[in-house]
């Protein structure tokens, strides 16, 4: 099946770095979302992103929806050990279809205290 | 709210043998979608369900994989006869239509099967 092309496919950073990952895709989406998925659990819905360029923050992330709707950044500011996990984007409206979820690649992250 | 129930947590099973995987989505939720995942492909839909009609099962790997969902709270996705390769994590998601939007899917803690 298809997936959004999303990097980096991994990160390593220090506690209080600021994190930034994208995701690309040749199609277009209507709406673009951001999964956190923890070790040993599903996917849990971050944030949200409904029209084309726009900027939408969840405490310390960040996430924006590229003009083309072909894209889409997440960034997280001052890294936590808690924030250690895979990070999925996902699309929603690809070929016209309003259910079917397309996901990314995934990025983990971790975070050295 | 409990959230999205799956059972078992665990499955390990032999080849050939019939695998039954059970989904109780949230109360209320509308859409049921079952989703696989593993190193190689990642997450990927295999069908989803609206109001306990199945509406695209076009993610469904093959005819030994069929799920049905003969009420609004509860699924099954049966594998027979199961197969070394269908070892992954199985998730279960449900989601209700809000003004149009039905994107924010909650997902169940997954099902880990491992087919020997």
């Known amino acids: 099946g298809q997936q959004l092309n999303q990097s980096p496919q991994s990160m390593f950073i220090q506690e209080g770095e600021d994190v930034s990952m994208n995701c690309t895709s040749s199609?277009?989406?209507?709406?673009w979302l951001w999964y956190k998925q923890d070790p040993g659990e599903g996917p849990v819905l971050l944030i949200a992103?409904?029209?084309?360029?726009e900027l939408t923050s969840n405490g310390r992330l960040t996430a924006q929806f590229g003009i083309t709707r072909k894209d889409s950044f997440l960034n997280i500011s001052a890294s936590i050990p808690s924030d250690v996990g895979i990070y999925f984007c996902?699309?929603?409206?690809?070929?016209?279809?309003?259910?079917?979820?397309?996901f990314g690649t995934g990025t983990l992250l971790a975070v050295q205290p | 709210d409990a959230g999205v129930i799956q059972s078992p947590r665990h499955e390990v099973t032999e080849m050939g043998q019939e695998v039954t995987l059970r989904c109780k989505p949230i109360s209320g939720h509308d859409y049921l979608f079952w989703y696989r995942q593993t190193m190689m492909r990642g997450l990927e839909l295999l069908i989803y369900f609206n109001n306990n009609v199945p509406i695209d099962d076009s993610g469904m790997p093959e005819d030994r994989f069929s799920a049905k969902m003969p009420n609004a709270s509860f699924s099954t996705l049966k594998i027979q006869p199961s197969e070394p390769r269908d070892s992954a994590v199985y998730f279960c998601?449900?989601?209700?239509?809000?003004?149009?939007?039905?994107?924010?899917?909650?997902f169940g803690p997954g099902t880990r099967l491992l087919v020997l």
């Open positions: 996902a699309g929603l409206g690809y070929g016209g279809a309003t259910n079917k979820l397309i």
């Open positions: 992103l409904y029209k084309a360029g």
């Open positions: 199609s277009i989406f209507n709406t």
């Open positions: 998601a449900s989601s209700f239509t809000d003004r149009g939007h039905q994107e924010t899917q909650y």
